[in-house]
């Protein structure tokens, strides 16, 4: 009796050992094919996210703390901007929802920025929001309540039912009218009809073509412009602290940049190494071999000034 229960249990044991072997083996299998996939196949998985989870509560959440802490002097009714965002994404289908669409929903949240704030930028994205951070007067889309509301989320409509997608959205390149890219493409539009005084531009020299014509800024920011509001465009090219140095001012692609302010008729400024931009990149790795050359500079400097 004792015997055969002893190579029972000796058996289940070896059955749970298998088991385990293989259960671990899985997984190992399934985190390596998941790894792999992000590093060699990540535009399959982007096509694959769909609309970001709770996505109503997020938009009017954020809403309704813009008004109420952010900017408590304005006055929006969050609910019925909700109601035209969802009937402009809804109502088509998820590659079908033009600028147009979003006509009411922008009517729903007018908005008036106060000139010589204006901050636009590409490829900047991280520096951007350090340097508007030092700078507090500066407005970047991010900053209006549309941008607010709608930053890093994902939306569209399903094909054949009516309501939001949660499982799988198109890509940007995959639609011609694509619901993401019609909303930020009316709110760059909007951001940059209404800039006035003097403007800044930060664009990325360590890369190239820092100024691109298919980016948001290079397609739709730019054209939007008015010189007749528009006193100075300030463009700051910014490069990384470990290089590549490859644009500039008087180099690459900012030339054309710089040539298309000129037909138009803007006044314009271009900075290639720009103080409080080479600090911001030094606060966030003070021990960088070009940071420490030059603190030594400021070091020098400020001992001639005082000698």
């Not at 992000?38 to 309704?64: D, E, M, W």
């Not at 710089?258 to 080479?278: K, P, V, Y």
Request: charged share 15%.
């Amino acid at each position: 009796m004792y015997k055969h229960e002893s190579l029972l249990k000796s058996n289940e044991a070896q059955q749970v050992v298998t088991v385990t072997k293989t259960s671990v083996s899985f997984a190992i299998t399934s985190v390596t094919i998941c790894f792999i996939m992000l590093h060699f196949c990540p535009s399959q998985l982007r096509a694959q996210l769909g609309t970001t989870p709770n996505i109503k509560h997020i938009v009017v959440g954020r809403c309704y703390t813009y008004t109420t802490l952010a900017n408590p002097s304005l006055r929006y009714d969050c609910e019925e901007i909700w109601r035209q965002f969802e009937e402009a994404v809804i109502s088509h289908s998820s590659c079908n929802v033009t600028v147009e669409d979003y006509f009411h929903m922008f009517n729903a949240m007018p908005q008036i920025w106060p000139c010589d704030n204006f901050l636009f930028w590409s490829k900047t994205r991280t520096l951007m929001h350090s340097y508007a951070a030092v700078f507090r007067h500066f407005w970047t889309l991010e900053d209006t309540l549309v941008g607010y509301m709608f930053n890093d989320l994902i939306w569209c409509g399903q094909e054949e039912d009516s309501g939001f997608d949660f499982s799988s959205c198109p890509e940007w390149s995959a639609c011609r009218s694509h619901p993401v890219y019609s909303l930020w493409r009316q709110a760059s539009q909007n951001f940059a009809e209404m800039a006035c005084g003097n403007i800044t531009i930060l664009l990325n020299g360590s890369i190239v073509n820092a100024f691109n014509r298919k980016s948001m800024f290079g397609s739709v920011e730019l054209d939007s412009l008015d010189p007749q509001r528009v006193n100075y465009v300030n463009v700051k090219v910014v490069t990384s602290l470990d290089g590549p140095h490859i644009e500039s001012c008087s180099q690459g692609s900012i030339v054309d940049l710089i040539q298309i302010l000129q037909s138009r008729g803007f006044h314009w400024t271009c900075t290639d190494n720009d103080q409080t931009l080479m600090i911001l990149q030094c606060i966030r790795n003070p021990q960088h071999s070009s940071c420490q050359t030059y603190a030594n500079t400021l070091l020098n400097r400020n001992s001639l000034t005082s000698d």
